[in-house]
């Protein structure tokens, strides 16, 4: 919400990051592509419409956990305006509005505090790519990050 400077998180409430304020999102089903796989997972789990060119792409993230054999690709998407209906609690999201400038980082993933308030305060140019090794996707092991790389997408040769 612009008006009032708020982001839509979710608590996620089971599954991968169980209890973490997080986006939306979840996998690309097959025949889908990012920005429409975002649209449905956004109305899935917070009831919210979007078209999936209304989505503004603004970067890329790749998550390796050493407990985990795949890589993760997180393609990040915002919205600002044009949704429509208001946010509803799913069986894998209950929605919380935040204020950008009080994020409450301690209750989500510990890669957040390296690239979404720079994002959000413009530090961060979209696009942008990032990657981050984590140590284990859970428990204590998802708060400790092994190395990681942030930066706008065009400085990705250097």
Not at 37 to 62: D, H, I, K
Request: hydrophobic share 35%.
């Amino acid at each position: 919400r612009l008006a009032t400077q708020e982001i839509l998180l979710g608590m996620k409430k089971r599954g991968f990051g169980e209890g973490k304020l997080n986006g939306f999102g979840g996998k690309v089903e097959e025949g889908e592509t990012p920005p429409q796989g975002a649209a449905r997972e956004l109305r899935e789990e917070s009831g919210l419409e979007v078209s999936p060119s209304q989505l503004r792409f603004c970067g890329q993230l790749t998550y390796a956990y050493d407990s985990r054999p795949k890589l993760m690709q997180v393609h990040v998407f915002d919205v600002c305006e044009g949704w429509q209906g208001e946010p509803v609690e799913s069986e894998e999201m209950r929605p919380v509005w935040v204020k950008e400038g009080a994020l409450p980082l301690s209750d989500m993933w510990a890669d957040d505090e390296h690239w979404l308030p720079q994002y959000l305060c413009g530090d961060l140019p979209v696009p942008f790519v990032g990657s981050f090794r984590f140590k284990g996707h859970e428990g204590e092991d998802s708060k400790v990050i092994l190395n990681f790389d942030v930066k706008p997408a065009a400085a990705q040769g250097e």
